[in-house]
């Protein structure tokens, strides 16, 4: 998903566009959350602001 993120938020500047993040992993058991495919362990909300700041910089250093 942060390579879709990035993605979009490089597309902004022509627009004046921003992007608002919204924090994955607020509850204990996040209904995206699928043991088989994302591992074990549900994502925490430090991963989620984890995320949020791997996909600011990436789009910061384009």
């Given at each position: 998903m942060t390579g879709e993120l990035v993605e979009l938020a490089r597309?902004?500047?022509p627009?004046?566009?921003v992007y608002i993040s919204h924090e994955r992993s607020e509850g204990s058991?996040?209904?995206w959350y699928v043991p088989s495919v994302d591992g074990p362990g549900a994502p925490t909300l430090l991963d989620a602001v984890r995320e949020t700041?791997?996909?600011v910089s990436e789009v910061a250093r384009a």
């Open positions: 597309e902004l500047p627009f004046d566009g058991d996040p209904l700041i791997e996909s």
